[in-house]
């Protein structure tokens, strides 16, 4: 038996994930444990609670595969420092912070408290967008495609493009650093009063309220080339080594400034946080999200020029950007794509582990990734001991009984807080750590907003298909199994289903087999029996907080919340009088 345990640390989205023989068993981000978002120290809690998922202990560890290897593009990071002296402070920060993954056995004996006799592994380190790569190509069925990798920054690189064969991954092009689309959409969501690492969500689904009214400053601020692109430093503070970021002593993210005061004699003063949204504001997220769209879909077909497979493998936290993915069907020669659900940065833990485990390793065991759901579960005796604790009337179901109140529930309009098995993988709720409401009542979307998830007005709700459904009610057929496609709605599905359709007449949508979640699956069923409508809106289980894992976390959001009932393994509940 080989146990790789794969790490994501020092970096955002700390994360840990288990390989046994080559197939992850789990994999979780520090956030959902420590309560912290994008948690960017040392995941402590992750680790062991992967190995209590796999039921190993440290010493059962045979490798650390680590999502990031300083000695990578060391050549730019000379010829950075030689160009930016004044950096090399910075530069040498960084490395000091990270330099406790120089001695892991070290580090691992202080942090998770073991002896060190007790850890025998080797350590390995993957170049960060790799890792990224390996995430999605080696989830995915092929043999062979393309592999894309895009985000703020790693390794000093913003973008990978990999030809993936077999059990090897190609690197074909990389850009780096200051050059990045997510350093870009990062410096507008700051400038519009987005200043909160993640925030790059909200915007997108801003952009659809605005105009194309700053066109020219948009091209002007990213010049693009044959097979690159490079950010016009008018627009841009000059960010550091880091791309503007830096991590403070909570372990959170923190967003330096990255508008230049040429943006402020264009534009006028940015917006405060929580300030009123005006056109202006509204004009630029639309802007940013256009000329994003048009360099991830020229680096996309320069990735078919390449690698002209019609199939890609990706991830990287600006394949977030489900919008983009929607239309890239349309926009470049691929006509299938595997994204990794953890898309963002904790998602290195499980594509280091597993580019070690298949490239290096050669294990035989090819993995397919059907569902996310990698998380911890709990057993209906802690479930009943998070209720009892809570106060919260409860009353033990069948499951046909269960799924059918649920539904009932769903039907006449309350909000259902939905907990069921074992937690998802990344940053989306899949039907195991959901709140799920009626999408065709056209008050739901402020109720949900008032009760619960408090979030602005123009955000849209997202939508669980079943995916023989899909073809029906969305413009594209090509499945979105981990909500990362954001595609039309159908124009006689779009009054009906009020409180998904965004805008623009698009849904973030998840479609649902039954093979992925066989529960979840005969819920929307049943509803779509009772309703005909096989569709639910489908929210992640929390508020203003990490998605929440265990019961006790549940049944407090449940409580401090308005939500309506909670339905918790087989139990449906009630809140005290
Ligand atoms: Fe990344």
Redesign the pocket.
């Known amino acids: 038996m080989s146990v790789i345990l794969g790490i994501n640390a020092f970096h955002p989205g700390a994360s840990a994930a288990v390989l046994v023989d080559g197939t992850p068993v789990a994999a979780i981000a520090e956030e959902r444990l420590n309560r912290t978002k994008y948690y960017a120290n040392f995941p402590r809690l992750a680790i062991h609670k992967c190995l209590e998922m796999a039921g190993l202990t440290f010493r059962d560890i045979d490798y650390v595969a680590v999502g990031r290897d300083p000695l990578s593009n060391r050549m730019k990071k000379i010829e950075y420092v030689l160009r930016n002296p004044s950096k090399l402070l910075n530069l040498a920060k960084i490395k000091a912070a990270r330099s406790g993954l120089d001695d892991i056995k070290n580090l691992f004996s202080r942090e998770c408290n073991v002896a060190p006799r007790d850890l025998r592994f080797e350590q390995i380190n993957i170049e960060?967008h790799l890792a990224?790569i390996a995430s999605a190509y080696f989830i995915s069925p092929w043999d062979r495609c393309a592999g894309f990798s895009m985000?703020g920054s790693?390794d000093f690189v913003s973008c990978m493009i990999a030809e993936c064969k077999g059990k090897e991954i190609h690197i074909k092009n990389r850009i780096y650093v200051p050059h990045s689309l997510g350093s870009f959409y990062t410096m507008i969501c700051e400038f519009i009063g987005y200043r909160k690492y993640g925030d790059e969500g909200k915007v997108m689904g801003m952009a659809a309220l605005g105009e194309s009214t700053y066109q020219e400053y948009f091209q002007d601020m990213i010049q693009l080339s044959q097979d690159r692109f490079e950010l016009n430093p008018k627009y841009f503070r000059p960010f550091g080594s880091a791309q503007g970021m830096s991590i403070n002593e909570k372990g959170e993210m923190v967003i330096n400034r990255h508008y230049s005061d040429f943006m402020i004699e264009l534009f006028g003063e940015p917006r405060e946080p929580y300030a009123e949204i005006s056109k202006r504001d509204l004009d630029l997220a639309f802007g940013l999200q256009q000329q994003f769209e048009k360099i991830y879909m020229h680096m996309l077909n320069r990735a078919y020029q390449m690698v002209p497979e019609e199939r890609v493998a990706m991830a990287?936290?600006s394949v977030l950007n489900s919008v983009a993915n929607g239309k890239l069907f349309e926009a470049t020669p691929f006509r299938k794509t595997t994204i990794q659900p953890a898309a963002?940065?904790e998602g290195?833990a499980l594509g280091a582990a597993l580019y070690f485990s298949q490239t290096v390793l050669r294990d035989k065991e090819r993995y397919v990734m059907n569902d996310a759901f990698l998380g911890p579960e709990y057993s209906e005796y802690e479930i009943r001991a998070a209720l009892e604790k809570g106060n919260v009337h409860y009353e033990r179901l069948s499951r046909e009984k269960l799924i059918n109140t649920t539904a009932d529930e769903i039907e006449k309009g309350s909000v259902v807080g939905w907990f069921q098995g074992r937690m998802e993988w990344g940053p989306r709720a899949l039907g195991n750590r959901s709140i799920l409401a009626n999408p065709c009542l056209d008050n739901m979307k402020d109720i949900l907003n008032s009760r619960v998830k408090h979030r602005e007005w123009f955000r849209p709700f997202a939508p669980s298909v079943l995916l023989e459904n899909q073809s029906e009610i969305f413009e594209h057929t090509h499945p979105s199994p981990f909500m990362l496609h954001v595609y039309k709605i159908k124009p006689e599905w779009r009054e009906k289903l009020v409180a998904v359709n965004h805008v623009d007449d698009t849904g973030r949508l998840q479609s649902v087999a039954r093979e992925e979640n066989p529960l979840y699956y005969d819920l929307i069923k049943r509803f779509g029996q009772k309703t005909g409508v096989p569709v639910i809106l489908n929210t992640s289980f929390n508020e203003n907080e990490p998605i929440v894992c265990n019961p006790g976390e549940a049944v407090d959001c449940y409580l401090r919340t308005k939500m309506d009932v909670l339905v918790i393994g087989p139990f449906v509940c009630s809140k005290p009088e």
């Open positions: 960060h990224h985000d790693g990287g936290g963002g940065d290195l």
